[in-house]
């Protein structure tokens, strides 16, 4: 089993940046796919990135493909998402995801352990 914590949200201007980690503990994270996903107020929790356990390989959700970035820091045993050009769109509470599985998915039903979540909130 891991447990997952998430840092790095906060408050931000519109065009600014902030860099999210998701720090493992319990087991190496190398023995899981990551993601992130986030959930804005009303809104269902949707699909942000992914990255598989050796980091070959991400995807993105076309909302912030271009903006995002998602790597792994394997020696810190961290997955980090920077996040550059934000938008008041991106407001939302933002969730590290990890699952056994080898494949990278968009989907929440592919991971097995979640985060508490930390808040990014951009202002216009």
Known sequence: QVQLVESGGGLVLAGGSLRLSCAASGRTFSSYAVAWFRQAPGKEREF?????????????????????TISRDSPENTVSLEMNSLKPEDTAVYYCAAGVRSAINTATRFYDYWGQGTQVTVSS
Request: proline share 0%.
């Open 48 to 68: 942000v990135s992914a990255i598989t356990r050796t980091g070959r390989n991400t995807i993105y959700a076309d909302s912030v493909k271009g903006r995002f």
